[in-house]
């Protein structure tokens, strides 16, 4: 069974852009959480699509939105990019929402 | 505040030798602890998870153990490897509350040859 897939790996924009990523969860997972990991935070919770509705929603200013289609794919979306949104940003997924998440390989952001 | 601290920040030792990390956490209730290894870049991998119950749960050359009464979990790395070389976190679930996981900042292992 395929692992949780996230695109693209990474990304270079520049301040003031916006942002798409994509996250595949594995297959009959339906519950994706986003997750932002820099070096000094660790991770940090941004929010959580579970049969398309989002659930749970970190401390993230509204720039940081996020969608689930109706095949549980997600993407999150971050408008007016900042330097400090440079991060990790982790997908995980898991079968309902009380399950093991399982994370995937990460989108390495760069704000220049 | 349900807070997750991790010590120490970094550590180095040499290849075949023990360590033990540590995880003081204050969140309570909880329903379960977990212990993920991640490699530079990468994604996190679960390596224990043991519920508010258990005392001890091994997954090869890891061993984390847990002591509810003092809110501390420990994680064991037996004869090391330069493939453990990683950063280790430390994750605990609230059974209340607004976030489903607590993570702490984790521990960033290197071995060495």
């Known amino acids: 069974k395929a692992g949780v897939t996230q695109t693209p790996r990474y990304l270079i924009k520049t301040r003031g852009q916006q942002v798409t990523l994509s996250c595949s969860p594995i297959?009959?997972?339906?519950?994706v959480s986003w997750y932002q990991q820099t070096p000094g935070q660790g991770l940090q919770f941004l929010f959580e699509y579970f049969s398309e509705t989002q659930r749970n929603k970190g401390n993230f200013p509204g720039r940081f939105s996020g969608r689930q289609f109706s095949n549980s794919r997600s993407e999150m979306n971050v408008s007016t990019l900042e330097l400090g949104d440079s991060a990790l940003y982790l997908c995980?997924?898991?079968?309902?929402?009380?399950?093991?998440?399982?994370f995937g390989p990460g989108t390495r952001l760069t704000v220049l | 505040k349900n807070q997750v601290e991790q010590s120490p920040q970094s550590l180095i030792i040499l290849e075949g030798k023990n360590c033990t990390l540590q995880c003081n956490y204050t969140v309570s209730p909880f329903s379960n602890l977990r212990w993920y290894k991640q490699d530079t870049g990468r994604g996190p991998v679960s390596l224990t998870i043991?519920?508010?119950?258990?005392n001890t749960k091994s997954n090869g050359r890891y061993t984390a153990t847990l002591d509810a009464d003092t809110k501390q979990s420990s994680l064991h790395i037996t004869a090391s490897q330069l493939s453990d070389s990683a950063s280790y976190i430390c994750v605990v679930s609230p059974t209340s509350g607004t976030y489903k996981y607590i993570f702490g900042t984790g521990t960033r292992l290197k071995v060495l040859a």
């Open positions: 995980a997924s898991s079968h309902g929402r009380a399950n093991e998440q399982f």
């Open positions: 297959s009959g997972h339906r519950s």
């Open positions: 043991m519920t508010f119950s258990e």
